[in-house]
Nanobody, 121 residues
Framework: QVQLVESGGGLVQPGGSLRLSCATS????????VNWYRQAPGKQRELVAS???????NYADSVKDRFTISRDNAKKTGYLQMNSLKPEDTAVYYC???????????????WGQGTQVTVSS
C-alpha cells in the first residue's frame, strides 16, 4: 500500500532551478534512505543523490554543489533542490526510498513513477 509520487518537474532554462518532491502515502514509519535517480534519453539510469539515516549524503560528481537532497520527517517527504541547471540535466527523475512501515519491520524498497525535467533555451 506504500506509494511514492514525484512532483515538481517541468521545463526550465539553463541556469534555472527546480525543487522536486517525493511524497509518500500509505503506512509509513520511517524512511531509512531517500535516493534520487535519473535516466536521460539513450542512457542508463544513474544515481544522482542519496540521503541515508537522515545524516549521510552522497552526490554524483556531475551535480555536486548544484543539487541538494533533503527530507521532512514529519511529512515523510523527500526533496531534491536543483540549482544552476544545465541541458545535460535533462532526464526523467525517479524517487527511491527504503521504508519501514513499523518500528519492527524490515526496510523495503519502493520507487516512484518519475517526473520529467527538461532544461532548454
Amino acid at each position: 500500500q506504500v506509494q511514492l509520487v514525484e512532483s515538481g518537474g517541468g521545463l526550465v532554462q539553463p541556469g534555472g532551478s527546480l525543487r522536486l518532491s517525493c511524497a509518500t502515502s500509505g503506512s509509513i514509519f520511517t524512511m531509512i534512505s531517500v535516493n534520487w535517480y535519473r535516466q536521460a534519453p539513450g542512457k542508463q539510469r544513474e544515481l544522482v543523490a542519496s540521503l541515508i539515516a537522515d545524516s549521510s549524503t552522497n552526490y554524483a560528481d556531475s551535480v555536486k554543489d548544484r543539487f541538494t537532497i533533503s527530507r521532512d520527517n514529519a511529512k515523510k517527504t523527500g526533496y531534491l533542490q536543483m540549482n544552476s541547471l544545465k541541458p545535460e540535466d535533462t532526464a526523467v527523475y525517479y524517487c527511491n526510498a527504503i521504508i519501514r512501515q513499523t518500528l519492527w519491520d524490515i526496510g523495503r524498497d519502493y520507487w516512484g513513477q518519475g517526473t520529467q525535467v527538461t532544461v532548454s533555451s
